[in-house]
């Protein structure tokens, strides 16, 4: 059964860090794609980063590019979310996922990944 756990939430002011973990377990799959997605009060899911099973291929939002770092630790299934320069929009509640079907090398949508974890807040202060 495939769990993502995500954690590293927290609140912090603006121009601050937060750096946000996603374990998995249960992967029955070698090939397949991480993606860190956000939802806040009122809005739609929107995408955030997304890296590949080898880490050897990366996209983010234009809204992070420059400012998040999407990273994983192979060995462990861990995907990592290095979140510098934070600003108050970037508040909201932040779900990793994963896709293993790969229509997409890079998947940015949403209802492109099979598994969800259950989110974990970034509150930002302006």
């Known amino acids: 059964q495939v769990q993502l756990v995500e954690s590293g939430g927290g609140s912090v002011q603006a121009g601050g860090s937060l750096r946000l973990s996603c374990a998995a377990s249960?992967?029955?799959?070698?090939?397949?794609?991480f993606g860190w997605f956000r939802q806040a009060p009122g809005k739609e899911r929107e995408f955030v980063a997304t890296i590949v099973w080898s880490g050897a291929g990366t996209a983010y939002a234009n809204s992070v590019k420059g400012r998040f770092t999407i990273s994983r630790d192979s060995p462990n299934d861990t995907m990592n979310l290095q979140m510098n320069s934070l600003k108050p929009e970037d508040t909201a509640i932040y779900y990793c996922?994963?896709?293993?079907?790969?229509?997409?090398?890079?998947?940015?949508?949403?209802?492109?990944?099979?598994?969800w974890g259950q989110g974990t807040q970034v509150t930002v202060s302006s």
């Open positions: 249960g992967l029955p799959f070698t090939t397949y794609a």
């Open positions: 996922a994963v896709d293993y079907h790969l229509y997409s090398i890079l998947p940015q949508r949403a209802d492109e990944y099979d598994f």
